[in-house]
């Protein structure tokens, strides 16, 4: 878990956007017992290798399990090694900086600003 979240939610995005193997990752969760064949093939019938993750991702055996996030990490660790690297290094170089960037909402009330995002993250510099 980075943070308190795990890195299968907090990566969402890059995952959906970057997983090229979608269809050797659906085997080999398969092949754990995560997903049944008929799972499996309802992932591999969303149209494109985005929609795929994205079904994949939003499926109750991975969004609301510990196990099958954590099983779906070191499955990507063998098949997209390149990609979960980068992702990693991403998670070290972000430092917590609560001075950072806020957000004014004014909550429907005109002239009501109350601050909805206090909490921001930045990259380190490395020098």
């Keep these: 878990m980075v943070g308190g979240e795990h890195f299968v939610d907090k990566h969402r995005e890059a995952l959906i956007k970057r997983v090229d193997a979608v269809d050797s ?16 093939e309802d992932v591999k019938s969303q149209n494109g290798r985005q929609a795929r993750m994205r079904y ?4 109750g055996n991975i969004r ?6 954590d099983l ?3 499955i ?10 980068e992702l990693k290094e991403q998670d070290k170089s972000a430092v917590w900086d609560p ?5 004014l ?3 429907g009330t ?3 600003g109350q601050i909805c995002c206090v909490r921001s993250w930045r990259r380190q510099n490395p020098s």
Excluded: W, Y
């Design 25 to 40: 990752v659906l085997d080999h969760l398969r092949s754990h017992g995560v997903l049944s064949d008929e799972l499996r």
């Design 56 to 59: 994949l991702l939003d499926l």
């Design 64 to 69: 609301h399990s510990l196990r099958g996030k």
């Design 72 to 74: 779906l990490c070191g």
């Design 76 to 85: 990507l660790e063998e098949t997209e090694p390149f990609m979960m690297e």
């Design 99 to 103: 001075g950072g960037d806020r957000t």
């Design 105 to 107: 909402h004014d909550g």
């Design 110 to 112: 005109k002239g009501a």
